[in-house]
């Protein structure tokens, strides 16, 4: 399973970026919005960082307004994909931005056949939101767990995306029910690195080791 980042924010990317496990980055309107910065200036910074696949979210409602959207964010950078949500109007944005050879990830999926459907009609990826799922009592992961194995059963190429993460078991989780990738916000990867054995480990070498100096 691969690591993208959930977040706008470019100091955060970069911190990732940095310790070396990122192969992209997710973003939404309302992680833009919390930014508080110019959409297609962030998009153009983000490019620059991460060698991958950058969602960039559309915000109209119809299909046309979707595609309107979606080309000159996808003149940006060969990298960017467009996030479109998934709706009778999305489907036909994705299928119409496919023909185009404009990848999308499919977002807000909280069913399987939602995610069939964004597959058919052409996306790169689907976006299924676990946590989200978690939030109402409905177990996120066996949502991922059903569409690796319907697009396993149906040698369907389109990518999962574990969206909604919110916690370092959900990361688990998500690799072990076949989720090709999880979009994980920055607090996660901190909580993820840590362990508290790794950290007194640490200590009691570098005690030892200064004992060793002192002889
Ligand atoms: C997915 O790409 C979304 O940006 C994101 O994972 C939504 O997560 P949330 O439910 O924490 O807002």
Same mark, same amino acid.
């Given at each position: ?7 706008? %924010?470019?100091? #955060? ?14 973003? %939404? ?19 620059? +960082?991460?060698?991958? =696949?950058?969602?960039?979210? @559309?915000?109209?409602?119809? &299909?046309?307004?979707? @595609? #309107?959207?979606?080309?000159?964010? &996808?003149?940006?950078?060969? %990298?960017?994909?467009?996030?479109? =949500? ?16 404009? /990848? ?8 399987? %056949? ?17 946590? /989200? !799922? ?8 066996? !949502?991922? &767990? ?14 999962? +995306? ?5 916690? =370092? ?11 090709? +990738? ?8 901190? $909580?993820?690195?840590?362990? =508290? ?9 570098? &005690?030892?080791?200064?004992?060793? $100096?002192?002889?």
């Amino acid at each position: 399973m691969k690591f993208f980042i959930d977040t706008a %924010n470019v100091d #955060e990317i970069r911190r990732a970026a940095e310790m070396g496990i990122l192969s992209g980055v997710t973003t %939404n309107p309302s992680l833009v919005a919390k930014e508080g910065r110019d959409f297609v200036q962030v998009l153009k910074e983000i490019v620059e +960082i991460v060698d991958g =696949p950058i969602s960039a979210e @559309v915000v109209s409602l119809d &299909a046309k307004g979707m @595609v #309107e959207e979606a080309l000159p964010l &996808a003149e940006i950078h060969k %990298n960017i994909v467009i996030k479109v =949500p998934m709706t009778v109007e999305g489907l036909k944005a994705v299928h119409q931005l496919a023909q185009r050879g404009i /990848r999308t990830n499919v977002t807000l999926i909280f069913s399987a %056949n939602q995610a069939l459907m964004a597959a058919r009609a052409g996306a790169a990826f689907v976006s299924p939101f676990i946590g /989200r !799922l978690d939030d109402i009592s409905v177990d996120g992961v066996e !949502l991922i &767990a059903d569409i690796a194995q319907i697009f396993d059963i149906h040698g369907i190429e389109t990518e999962i +995306i574990a969206a909604s993460v919110r916690h =370092p078991m959900h990361v688990t989780q998500a690799a072990k029910a076949g989720a090709h +990738i999880a979009t994980i916000p920055f607090a996660v990867y901190d $909580q993820m690195v840590k362990h =508290p054995l790794t950290d007194r480990g640490i200590e009691r070498f570098l &005690a030892d080791w200064s004992k060793l $100096q002192k002889k």
